[in-house]
């Protein structure tokens, strides 16, 4: 059987996820536009996501 | 004399006679067909045309005996039996049903011994113009092919009688009998040894036990106990099922089948499931015309793993269903001797659960209050039902399983091309219930930070006790001024939002004033406990990256480099004032992070979870409106390394309370009076004692808690609130929570963790994600406000574990917990342990707590656990025990409450249970069980009774050797020798000891304990005189 294929998701935080790709993605969530394996994708989110805090934190702190 | 010839039984025979051993007082197998003759045929004439049914059929003239351990039906002559009438048209009309329904109810109700002929029960009952035959019959000599041939029989004698013409019946080329003996000779040595071996295959690897959302535990042994729940389909649901199965290349019993293996599959969360199906067990012409026992079980594997499409899935079940009917003429008896040979009473063997579609017959008017399977559907094309077991399922739950089949059936047919997890269990109305009602609302509104809360609180009881620890007692206002100075030296060096401060403290004042001065700088607290290992200490504090470490001079050395050093002078040159925006580094939000705490998974490194201000201000708010205590004192006993102690140090805080610093064992623990809150974990009872106690509330969390472990510390204590509290660290020290009030009752095993706080969205779902009915087990998922924000600097495993949730606002993540729990009918919720470390042993998944909860009720055992334990290679479980118990009262306890695959095979005493430093039962260091004492483990039996079954044992299963401790199935008994070795046991010792006592007892020394039992029992009824008699009897005897 074909491994499972999963996206990488982010929301309006810029907050990262992996999301099952034959599923329904949930309102407010957005394809980030990496798609493969479980493990490729998060080791996708473990290089791009480098600042963990969300965006509004962000935006204020800078 | 009646002359009578005896055959060897069927296999279908034995293994009917078998089941029925089990509760041969009950009616299970009773079979009930009516008839009404045609108006004409008067009484005589009726039961004349009985009896030359009878005449014909060799099975309606036999019974069955064990004949020396071996089971044989008896075929008697034909003589002509009267048939009892009644003539109920004297009576008023209204009366006239009733009679006959009593009747009716009570003819089907009555148990027919399998061993005296017989096997059925007969009544002629006129209610008008015709008379009513009323035909009970055992299922040992009657299918439901049988029947059919009945009626059609009776009809073509009656017709003859009315007519004066021959009957038109079949002739009987053989007799049930013959096809008995042709059964044995077929289905012996390579041939049966070859179709054993397909189904051997067939079944490898299946679950023992399909995990149905049960009400109850299984009892320790399975009796008949059922009931039917009534249902019709929807209109045109056959006809469309007939379309779908013909484009199939499939039948309509097919699509059921399918249908019901879904179901069976969401409600039980397996993949693997295994249905009995049965086959007419007529392959021959021969046979066809006869009455008797043909049928036989099939078990029906169903593989619904990889989420496949209706459609997929109708193939699947239909090739298995081909092949399994190929091989439908092996006994099932043998499959189960073969399969699983040390049956466990409590559990029926292969499959549990079973669907039959009979579209023409009706269903029996009688409902028998019995049950073969834990549910089994009967599908006809008018009325259908399912039938359950009362023991395991309430009525509420089996109408909701026959719902749920319905709308899951309903919506495949419609479209089969939707994936099996895709298929609707729930209507709207429960949706909404599981999805909003019973999930919370997960916030309340805009939250401050921690800090404001503190400084609301300091400015308003400046003057209360708010720190006491040993001869230390510091005021609102003295704590809140030594936290502001030390925060402005803290900010001087660096500390601010988004950064971290590690806290290498002891538990002592200056923890506090850190603690709170970590916050108010804006920065997030890491507990460092100075109690772990070096190691430890030095990658927590690498991982955590703190911008400063505080330590006091006694502990500076533990964390190396250049800390800073509380020597109380710290600061004191600062202003006390609170800090404001302006004084820290950035402002400070709701949203940056107060604290980092390190858990340790299961698996891999410890973590650092991210809780922020707004998650634990959530929590705090909850905590305050439910614990009222937290107003008074609480005693902070635990490291702040572990969440579970945030309430009692931060709670009381917020809410005009006294924190008391002291080890739970310490006297300054219990100086200054009881507390008024206290939070503990389940090891921690057995601790508080009547000065530690608190007054006002209890709250116990951080592990799964029984209601047997409370029960000695609630009657001591009736006027005190107890909570239980539930919540992993990412979710902020409790999510969901139980409020026992003082007087409520409360249940013996696992107790609830109840509903979720005010600021956490809790959902229950499948592995496809999709809310799982009441009552069935899902995985714990929380979302909402108290949701963190995720690992320090772990990007891929935050991503990993909190995941996009598709049902509340858009957005929005949910932790997913790895928990199992189930919900209630009223929406409560019941923890069931971890998903990753489910417990399972030959198989059958165990629930720890279940066993430790009956240990627990043993009066003589103050602290229980069991573990699973793999020490020899096979795991098994073994039991530890705090207290004077005996180990063979708490095995014959155990066995009396638990099913026998969750008995303990060792025991183990102890002092007491060890502990981790945050106080849970630390299960690596449960020591393993001395190997058994006599080196291969051979207890020699004991007594007259042990001797007896063990000599019985050893020469009916030809093994030299048999101990006390030596089980009968273990040895390689199979049901057939268990009937020989009862029977040479009954003629030894003479006393009524029925079937089942093996199955329930097959280990020696029970099995003796039982014998010895059922002779104190008959002594018991006699008299004096006759136990005098038989004792001058006995020395009588010669010797």
Same mark, same amino acid.
């Given at each position: 059987?074909?491994?499972?294929?999963?996206?990488?998701?982010?929301?309006?935080?810029?907050q990262?996820?992996?999301?099952?790709?034959?599923?329904?993605?949930?309102?407010?969530?957005?394809?980030?536009?990496?798609?493969?394996?479980?493990?490729?994708?998060?080791?996708?989110?473990?290089?791009?996501?480098?600042?963990?805090?969300?965006r509004?934190?962000?935006e204020?702190?800078? | 004399?009646?002359? $009578?010839?005896?055959?060897?039984?069927?296999?279908?025979?034995?293994?009917?006679?078998?089941?029925?051993?089990?509760?041969?007082?009950?009616?299970?197998?009773?079979?009930s067909? !009516?008839?009404?003759?045609?108006?004409?045929?008067?009484?005589?004439?009726?039961?004349?045309?009985?009896d030359?049914?009878?005449?014909?059929?060799?099975?309606?003239?036999?019974?069955?005996?064990?004949?020396?351990?071996?089971?044989?039906?008896?075929?008697?002559?034909?003589?002509?039996?009267?048939i009892?009438?009644?003539?109920?048209?004297?009576?008023?009309?209204?009366?006239?049903?009733?009679?006959?329904?009593?009747?009716?109810?009570?003819?089907?109700?009555?148990?027919? !011994?399998?061993?005296?002929p017989?096997?059925?029960?007969?009544?002629?009952?006129?209610?008008? %113009?015709?008379?009513?035959?009323?035909?009970?019959?055992?299922?040992?000599?009657?299918?439901?092919?049988?029947?059919?041939?009945?009626?059609?029989?009776?009809?073509?004698?009656?017709?003859a009688?009315?007519?004066?013409?021959?009957?038109?019946?079949?002739?009987?080329?053989?007799?049930?009998?013959?096809?008995?003996?042709?059964?044995?000779?077929?289905?012996?040595?390579? $041939?049966?040894?070859?179709?054993?071996?397909?189904?051997?295959?067939?079944?490898?690897?299946?679950?023992?036990?399909?995990?149905?959302?049960?009400?109850?535990?299984?009892?320790?042994?399975?009796?008949?106990?059922?009931?039917?729940?009534?249902?019709?389909?929807?209109?045109g649901?056959?006809?469309?099922?007939?379309?779908?199965?013909?484009g199939?290349?499939?039948?309509?019993?097919?699509?059921?089948?399918?249908?019901?293996?879904?179901?069976?599959?969401?409600?039980?969360?397996?993949?693997?499931?295994?249905?009995?199906?049965?086959?007419?067990?007529?392959?021959?012409?021969?046979?066809?015309?006869?009455?008797?026992?043909?049928?036989?079980?099939?078990?029906?594997?169903?593989?619904? =793993?990889?989420d496949?499409?209706?459609?997929?899935?109708?193939?699947?079940?239909?090739?298995?269903?081909?092949?399994?009917?190929?091989? +439908?003429? /092996?006994?099932?008896?043998?499959?189960?001797?073969?399969?699983?040979p040390?049956?466990?009473?409590?559990?029926?063997?292969?499959f549990?659960?079973?669907?039959?579609?009979? !579209?023409?017959?009706?269903?029996?008017?009688?409902?028998?209050?019995?049950?073969?399977?834990?549910?089994?559907?009967?599908?006809?094309?008018?009325?259908?039902?399912?039938?359950?077991?009362?023991?395991?399922?309430?009525?509420?739950?089996a $109408?909701?399983?026959?719902?749920?089949?319905?709308?899951?059936?309903?919506?495949?047919v @419609?479209?089969?091309?939707?994936?099996?997890?895709?298929? *609707?269990?729930?209507?709207?109305?429960?949706?909404?219930?599981?999805?909003?009602?019973?999930? =919370?609302?997960? /916030?309340?509104?805009p939250l401050p930070t921690?800090?404001?809360?503190?400084?609301?609180?300091?400015?308003? @009881?400046?003057?209360? &006790?708010?720190?006491?620890?040993?001869?230390?007692?510091?005021?609102?206002?003295e704590?809140?001024?030594?936290?502001?100075?030390?925060?402005?030296?803290?900010?001087?060096?660096?500390?601010?939002?988004?950064?971290?401060?590690?806290?290498?403290?002891?538990?002592?004042?200056?923890?506090?004033?850190?603690?709170?001065?970590?916050?108010?700088?804006?920065?997030?607290?890491?507990?460092?406990?100075?109690?772990?290992?070096?190691?430890?200490?030095?990658?927590?504090?690498?991982?955590?990256?703190?911008?400063?470490?505080?330590?006091?001079?006694?502990t500076?050395?533990?964390?190396?480099?250049?800390?800073?050093?509380? %020597?109380?002078? &710290?600061?004191?040159?600062?202003?006390?004032?609170?800090?404001?925006?302006?004084?820290? @580094?950035?402002?400070?939000?709701?949203?940056?992070?107060?604290?980092?705490?390190? #858990?340790?998974?299961? @698996?891999?490194? *410890?973590?650092?979870v991210?809780?922020?201000?707004?998650?634990?201000?959530?929590?705090?708010?909850?905590?305050?409106?439910?614990?009222?205590?937290?107003?008074?004192?609480?005693?902070l006993?635990?490291?702040?390394?572990?969440?579970? &102690?945030?309430?009692?140090?931060?709670?009381?805080?917020?809410?005009?309370?006294?924190?008391?610093?002291?080890?739970?064992?310490?006297?300054?623990?219990?100086?200054?009076?009881?507390?008024?809150?206290?939070?503990?974990?389940?090891?921690?009872?057995?601790?508080?004692?009547?000065?530690?106690? *608190?007054?006002?509330?209890?709250?116990?969390?951080?592990?799964?808690?029984?209601?047997?472990?409370?029960?000695?510390?609630?009657?001591?204590?009736?006027?005190?609130?107890?909570?239980?509290?539930?919540?992993? /660290?990412?979710?902020?020290?409790?999510?969901?929570?139980?409020?026992?009030?003082?007087?409520?009752?409360?249940?013996?095993?696992?107790?609830?963790?109840?509903?979720?706080t005010? =600021?956490?969205?809790?959902?229950?779902?499948?592995?496809?994600?999709n809310?799982?009915?009441?009552?069935?087990?899902?995985e714990?998922?929380?979302?909402?406000?108290?949701?963190?924000?995720?690992?320090?600097?772990?990007?891929?495993?935050?991503?990993?574990?909190?995941?996009?949730?598709?049902?509340?606002?858009?957005?929005?993540?949910?932790?997913?917990?790895?928990?199992?729990?189930?919900?209630?009918?009223?929406? #409560?919720?019941?923890?069931?342990?971890?998903?990753?470390?489910?417990?399972?042993?030959?198989?059958m998944?165990?629930e720890?707590?279940?066993?430790?909860?009956?240990?627990?009720?043993?009066?003589?055992?103050?602290?229980?656990?069991?573990?699973?334990?793999?020490?020899?290679?096979?795991?098994?479980?073994? +039991?530890?025990?705090?207290? /004077?118990?005996?180990?063979?009262?708490?095995?014959?306890?155990?066995?009396?409450?638990?099913?026998?695959?969750?008995?303990?095979?060792?025991f183990?005493?102890?002092d007491?249970?060890?502990?981790?430093?945050?106080?849970?039962?630390?299960?690596?260091?449960?020591?393993?069980?001395?190997a058994?004492?006599?080196?291969?483990?051979?207890?020699?039996?004991?007594?007259?009774?042990?001797?007896?079954?063990?000599?019985?044992?050893?020469?009916i299963?030809?093994?030299?050797?048999v101990?006390?401790?030596?089980?009968?199935?273990?040895?390689?008994?199979?049901?057939?020798?268990?009937?020989?070795?009862?029977?040479?046991?009954?003629?030894?010792?003479?006393v009524?000891?029925?079937?089942?006592?093996?199955?329930?007892?097959?280990?020696?020394?029970d099995?003796?304990?039982?014998?010895?039992?059922?002779?104190?029992?008959?002594?018991?009824?006699?008299?004096?005189?006759?136990?005098?008699?038989?004792?001058?009897?006995?020395?009588d005897?010669?010797?």
């Amino acid at each position: 059987m074909a491994e499972p294929r999963f996206l990488v998701v982010r929301n309006d935080e810029e907050q990262y996820s992996i999301w099952s790709a034959d599923r329904d993605l949930p309102a407010g969530w957005h394809d980030a536009g990496f798609a493969g394996s479980r493990e490729e994708c998060l080791a996708h989110v473990e290089a791009v996501w480098t600042d963990l805090r969300p965006r509004s934190v962000r935006e204020v702190s800078s | 004399m009646t002359r $009578e010839w005896t055959f060897p039984a069927s296999f279908a025979q034995e293994r009917v006679w078998l089941a029925n051993q089990l509760d041969p007082g009950s009616p299970v197998y009773n079979v009930s067909t !009516p008839w009404r003759f045609p108006a004409g045929v008067d009484a005589a004439t009726a039961a004349e045309v009985v009896d030359r049914v009878v005449a014909r059929h060799e099975a309606l003239r036999t019974h069955l005996r064990a004949d020396d351990g071996a089971l044989v039906q008896v075929v008697r002559e034909h003589e002509p039996v009267a048939i009892p009438t009644e003539d109920l048209r004297d009576r008023p009309e209204a009366e006239r049903a009733a009679r006959f329904a009593a009747l009716r109810t009570e003819l089907a109700h009555t148990p027919i !011994p399998l061993d005296a002929p017989p096997l059925w029960r007969a009544r002629l009952v006129r209610l008008d %113009d015709a008379w009513l035959l009323l035909f009970v019959v055992h299922h040992a000599v009657f299918d439901s092919r049988s029947a059919v041939l009945l009626v059609d029989e009776l009809a073509a004698f009656s017709r003859a009688a009315l007519t004066g013409a021959s009957a038109a019946v079949p002739e009987l080329p053989i007799q049930y009998a013959d096809f008995a003996a042709w059964q044995r000779d077929q289905l012996a040595g390579a $041939e049966l040894d070859r179709q054993l071996d397909f189904w051997k295959r067939h079944l490898a690897g299946a679950p023992a036990v399909t995990r149905l959302p049960l009400d109850r535990p299984r009892p320790a042994q399975l009796g008949f106990a059922g009931d039917e729940v009534r249902f019709d389909l929807p209109d045109g649901l056959l006809d469309r099922i007939g379309q779908l199965a013909a484009g199939a290349a499939a039948t309509p019993y097919m699509v059921l089948l399918a249908g019901f293996a879904a179901l069976l599959s969401r409600i039980s969360g397996d993949t693997d499931v295994v249905v009995g199906v049965s086959t007419a067990g007529r392959d021959t012409a021969e046979v066809m015309p006869l009455i008797g026992m043909f049928v036989n079980p099939v078990a029906l594997r169903c593989d619904v =793993g990889g989420d496949p499409s209706f459609t997929e899935l109708l193939g699947r079940v239909r090739d298995g269903l081909v092949d399994a009917m190929e091989h +439908g003429q /092996t006994p099932f008896q043998r499959i189960v001797e073969a399969i699983d040979p040390q049956r466990d009473p409590s559990v029926q063997p292969i499959f549990q659960t079973s669907l039959n579609f009979i !579209p023409d017959s009706g269903l029996d008017p009688v409902e028998l209050g019995t049950t073969k399977d834990d549910l089994a559907f009967d599908v006809t094309a008018g009325q259908s039902r399912l039938v359950y077991r009362t023991d395991l399922f309430d009525r509420s739950t089996a $109408e909701s399983v026959v719902t749920r089949y319905v709308r899951l059936l309903d919506a495949a047919v @419609t479209d089969p091309q939707r994936p099996v997890s895709a298929l *609707p269990l729930l209507d709207d109305a429960e949706r909404e219930l599981v999805l909003d009602v019973w999930a =919370g609302a997960g /916030t309340a509104g805009p939250l401050p930070t921690v800090v404001d809360e503190v400084q609301r609180q300091a400015a308003a @009881t400046p003057d209360a &006790t708010a720190l006491v620890c040993a001869d230390v007692r510091l005021t609102y206002a003295e704590l809140n001024t030594a936290a502001n100075r030390l925060a402005r030296v803290l900010v001087a060096r660096g500390a601010g939002p988004e950064t971290r401060v590690a806290l290498a403290l002891p538990r002592a004042p200056e923890l506090l004033v850190a603690v709170l001065a970590v916050l108010k700088a804006g920065a997030a607290y890491v507990p460092v406990d100075t109690g772990y290992p070096a190691g430890r200490i030095a990658y927590l504090l690498s991982d955590a990256e703190p911008a400063l470490v505080l330590a006091l001079p006694e502990t500076a050395a533990l964390v190396g480099g250049d800390p800073v050093l509380l %020597d109380g002078e &710290t600061g004191a040159d600062r202003s006390g004032a609170d800090l404001t925006d302006a004084d820290r @580094t950035a402002p400070l939000r709701a949203d940056h992070p107060a604290y980092v705490l390190y #858990t340790s998974g299961s @698996t891999g490194r *410890p973590k650092g979870v991210v809780v922020e201000h707004r998650a634990l201000a959530a929590y705090l708010a909850w905590a305050r409106d439910t614990y009222p205590g937290l107003a008074g004192t609480t005693l902070l006993h635990s490291p702040v390394s572990f969440d579970l &102690t945030v309430t009692g140090l931060l709670g009381p805080l917020t809410a005009g309370g006294t924190v008391r610093l002291a080890a739970i064992d310490s006297p300054q623990a219990r100086a200054g009076g009881r507390p008024s809150f206290l939070k503990v974990t389940p090891s921690h009872l057995p601790l508080l004692d009547a000065e530690l106690s *608190p007054t006002t509330d209890l709250v116990i969390g951080g592990e799964a808690l029984t209601g047997e472990q409370l029960a000695g510390w609630r009657a001591t204590h009736p006027d005190v609130a107890v909570v239980n509290e539930y919540g992993p /660290t990412e979710a902020t020290v409790g999510c969901v929570a139980a409020r026992i009030g003082p007087g409520e009752p409360m249940a013996a095993g696992p107790v609830p963790i109840g509903r979720p706080t005010a =600021g956490a969205r809790v959902y229950l779902l499948d592995a496809a994600l999709n809310p799982v009915p009441p009552g069935v087990v899902g995985e714990l998922y929380v979302a909402g406000d108290q949701l963190a924000r995720g690992y320090l600097r772990r990007p891929a495993l935050t991503a990993e574990r909190f995941l996009p949730c598709p049902y509340g606002p858009p957005g929005q993540r949910m932790y997913r917990t790895g928990d199992l729990a189930r919900r209630r009918a009223d929406g #409560t919720l019941d923890y069931l342990g971890r998903r990753d470390d489910q417990v399972k042993v030959r198989g059958m998944r165990i629930e720890l707590g279940e066993i430790e909860s009956v240990m627990l009720a043993h009066p003589e055992v103050r602290e229980a656990a069991v573990a699973v334990r793999a020490d020899s290679g096979e795991p098994t479980l073994v +039991g530890y025990h705090v207290g /004077t118990a005996e180990e063979a009262h708490l095995v014959a306890e155990l066995a009396r409450e638990l099913p026998a695959h969750l008995v303990p095979t060792a025991f183990v005493r102890l002092d007491a249970l060890p502990l981790t430093p945050n106080g849970k039962l630390d299960r690596a260091a449960l020591p393993a069980p001395a190997a058994a004492a006599s080196g291969d483990g051979h207890v020699p039996p004991r007594t007259d009774a042990e001797i007896l079954v063990a000599e019985v044992y050893a020469d009916i299963l030809q093994v030299e050797k048999v101990g006390a401790h030596d089980d009968f199935f273990a040895l390689g008994g199979n049901s057939l020798r268990g009937m020989r070795a009862m029977a040479r046991i009954r003629a030894e010792v003479d006393v009524d000891l029925p079937m089942r006592a093996l199955f329930s007892s097959p280990v020696v020394a029970d099995l003796a304990a039982v014998i010895e039992q059922r002779i104190t029992a008959e002594l018991d009824q006699l008299s004096d005189t006759e136990v005098a008699a038989l004792l001058a009897a006995e020395k009588d005897t010669p010797a």
